[in-house]
């Protein structure tokens, strides 16, 4: 996102706000991180943001980027389910942050389970040009063995329904792209392929959530051993062989970005600084959210919108911890050999009960595996310039 | 070279010399490969093996005029425009002119 002066690292500003306007959620999917996980605060936050703290929320993210001499920040609607909201609120909300923010140009988008897609709910987000994601974990079969209905039932056929949806021709300028959670027990590419279906402009895989003290599903504690690397090197050589590129994957375009020398525009990856800020339905400013997995009140800052600023935010130790670089790894981490790609991994994935987030990511044998997978294949095909 | 200089890449490096570079097919000046591959790589430890692809590499590959349409030679690459290859190649030079890019993005939306 362009605008502003040129970075520090230590004082970048926040770009991007992730609104939590609905804080339960359609679906028990049972990995969650918000409702299955350590941190159960979601259950004394209010349902629905209120109006005054939508106005609270957009005053405050167009102080910030008055501030800084940002002319664009990005707003990313999330929950819980954000389209159990309503056509309606979500129509006042769009308009409110818009107007609110102007001059500061605004890019809006939705990160759902697609459950809910409905042609009066498009109609709604193609008006005030919010860009929908969707939460899709692969086939049938795949998808319904976790992104579950409290009662049991799958919720495929819904979100397969909402997906076509979004991809016919009056909606699919709209579509940002698919978020799916790697499941070793299914097939890789045939999972990749699954989800090409859709014709997802973008997509990406993220590793469950899981740390040193509570490990992931399938990650054994022998580092010799990746199967996370090696299920999602099996994606790569299909994406990166086709012919014509088939979707943005954005793990792999990440961490090919870094090796020939750019910065990461995704947390989980490389030494770019975090500039995203999370507001709850309640109107509480919190860290990443998905901290939540490690202990209870992990993301919690103890700043309001009511009192506090954007830049209050930044001087949080956590915030300045994450802004450091190199020197806000852990020592094995400094010396490493990838480091510059890998950057830790994504922040939860570090935490062990005792000593906190110091430590590298609980995937380190996989991510160090699959740099090297990407980086041999670049050397190989660039070598041929030469 | 300061740290951040080493952590940030060419952007910050004493050598601004990519800010002459032209996006959009014509071949302009290019820092050169020592210079760049210095930069990223830093104090790193000898004895530790580094990624050999840096931006140097990218500029030889941009030195191909990657970014004109057809100009590259796609035979010798053996991969298309909008392959996944050239099209990193591609913006990594686009980065490279437009320092201030590198913050990142909430993982949990894509």
């Avoid at chain 1, 895989?205 to 690397?229: E, H, I, V």
């Avoid at chain 1, 990440?254 to 990461?264: A, C």
């Avoid at chain 1, 600023?309 to 001087?315: G, H, T, V």
């Avoid at chain 2, 490969?33 to 790589?41: G, H, K, S």
Wanted: hydrophobic content about 40%; aromatic content about 6%.
């Amino acid at each position: 996102m362009k605008g502003g002066a040129p970075l520090s690292r230590a004082h970048t500003p926040i770009r991007q706000f992730v609104l939590k306007v609905h804080s339960r959620c359609n679906l028990a999917c049972d990995y969650c991180y918000v409702y299955r996980m350590a941190d159960q605060g979601w259950r004394v936050r209010p349902l629905l943001m209120s109006g005054h703290t939508v106005r609270l929320a957009a005053d405050r993210i167009r102080e910030h980027a008055v501030r800084h001499g940002l002319s664009q920040v990005a707003i990313v609607l999330h929950g819980g389910e954000p389209l159990l909201a309503g056509a309606g609120y979500l129509d006042r909300l769009a308009a409110t942050l818009r107007q609110l923010l102007a001059p500061v140009s605004v890019t809006l988008s939705v990160q759902s389970n697609g459950v809910l897609l409905d042609a009066a709910l498009l109609d709604v987000l193609a008006e005030h040009g919010v860009r929908v994601a969707v939460s899709l974990d692969g086939d049938q079969p795949a998808h319904d063995q976790h992104r579950r209905h409290a009662d049991g039932r799958g919720s495929y056929a819904e979100v397969e329904r909402g997906l076509l949806l979004l991809g016919t021709a009056r909606y699919r300028h709209l579509f940002g792209g698919l978020l799916a959670t790697v499941d070793l027990a299914a097939d890789p590419v045939a999972t990749y392929r699954s989800l090409l279906r859709f014709g997802p402009p973008r997509l990406d895989f993220l590793l469950p959530l899981g740390n040193w003290t509570s490990p992931p599903p399938g990650r054994p504690a022998d580092p010799a051993s990746t199967p996370y690397a090696d299920w999602l090197a099996a994606i790569f050589d299909q994406w990166y062989s086709a012919e014509h590129r088939e979707t943005d994957l954005r793990m792999f375009t990440e961490i090919m970005h870094l090796l020939l020398g750019g910065e990461s525009q995704l947390e989980s990856l490389g030494l770019a600084p975090r500039a995203i800020a999370v507001i709850e339905t309640d109107g509480t400013l919190e860290h990443l959210d998905a901290l939540k997995s490690a202990f209870p009140g992990a993301a919690t800052t103890g700043l309001r919108l009511a009192d506090s600023s954007m830049d209050d935010l930044l001087a949080q130790p956590l915030s300045v911890e994450w802004r450091a670089g190199l020197a806000g790894l852990a020592p094995t981490c400094q010396t490493c050999a990838v480091r510059n790609t890998c950057g830790g991994g994504f922040y939860p994935h570090r935490y062990r009960a005792g000593n906190g987030f110091r430590n590298p990511s609980v995937y380190c044998p996989d991510l160090f595996a699959l740099i090297h997978h990407i980086r041999a294949r670049l050397v190989q095909d660039i070598g041929r310039l030469g | 070279m300061s740290e951040r200089a080493q952590l940030e890449g060419v952007s910050t490096s004493a050598d601004q010399s990519y800010r002459r570079m032209t996006v959009g097919g014509t071949r302009g000046r290019l820092p050169s490969r020592a210079a760049l591959e210095d930069d990223r790589m830093g104090d790193h430890d000898p004895e530790i093996p580094h990624p050999a692809v840096t931006v140097g590499d990218a500029a030889r590959a941009i030195d191909c005029d990657i970014l004109e349409v057809g100009a590259i030679d796609l035979d010798r690459l053996a991969v298309a425009r909008d392959s996944a290859l050239v099209l990193a190649l591609r913006r990594v030079l686009v980065a490279a002119e437009n320092p201030g890019e590198g913050v990142s993005t909430f993982q949990q939306s894509i």
